[in-house]
């Protein structure tokens, strides 16, 4: 259905059930892992993910696309899509991210905070759709900063944190601001400051069954089951903050 689309395959049988899941690009190690492990007890699920930024995934639910689950990056895309498409009962704040600055992974430049972005040539931010972008923006505002990028030209903007972490890793751009839970072993990047406090919402992850979902009780088992401790350390180990 989605070119980013990754199915979890499982036993072929008339009974299996698929459940379609809207992540946030930042969930995919972890959410790849979870599934996994579901579905060593429930091998009549059939788990299909689409992972992008949160406000394309809002986009293709309004739009009609199939989804049983979404989970977002921010509490803006969850809010809008509201009563209308998601069970609100079933609504619930997930985790936690931290929002952090990134260099290269051999970077010998001066920075080391975020306000240093000022002697930048050029930053990767994400869209203004892309709740990592809003969070940026909250920061660099708060930092009188956000003017001086804009007019300057130093912002190239990516459609997801995945997309950041790239422009940094490959250093087509000086630095970049991502969530800490991007930053891997294998990156090629890492982390010289977090937001500084109080410059931005925190980037929490709500989560909600979507009302048109054909696969209510399946897909309401599969939300609770990421409340469970199991999924917890593997967020927290990705360095998720767990919220359930």
């Not at 199939?66 to 609504?91: H, P, Y």
């Not at 997930?94 to 930048?120: A, G, R, T, W, Y």
């Amino acid at each position: 259905m989605f070119s980013n689309m990754i199915a979890c395959t499982s036993n072929n049988n008339s009974e299996e059930t698929t459940l379609t899941v809207f992540a946030a690009a930042s969930m995919t190690e972890t959410m790849e892992q979870i599934a996994d492990i579901y579905k060593q007890d429930n091998q009549n699920i059939n788990i299909e993910f689409n992972f992008d930024s949160s406000g394309t995934l809002k986009t293709q639910i309004e739009q009609g696309a199939v989804c049983d689950i979404f989970i977002s990056a921010a509490q803006k895309q969850m809010d809008e899509l509201g009563e209308d498409f998601i069970n609100t009962d079933s609504r619930v704040d997930l985790l936690e991210n931290k929002v952090v600055m990134i260099v290269p992974e051999n970077s010998d430049n001066d920075i080391n905070s975020f306000q240093d972005v000022k002697s930048v040539s050029l930053i990767s931010l994400g869209n203004v759709d892309v709740p990592v972008g809003q969070y940026s923006e909250q920061i660099f505002k708060s930092l009188d900063l956000w003017d001086k990028l804009n007019n300057s030209n130093k912002i190239s903007f990516a459609s997801n944190v995945k997309e950041v972490v790239s422009q940094v890793a490959s250093a087509s751009v000086d630095c970049g601001v991502v969530y800490a839970t991007d930053v891997t072993k294998d990156s090629k990047v890492k982390i010289v400051a977090s937001a500084p406090e109080n410059s931005c919402d925190p980037a929490i992850y709500p989560a909600a069954v979507i009302k048109t979902s054909e696969n209510q009780t399946e897909a309401q088992k599969f939300l609770d089951f990421l409340s469970e401790d199991e999924c917890k350390d593997i967020f927290s180990q990705a360095g998720f903050t767990t919220l359930t």
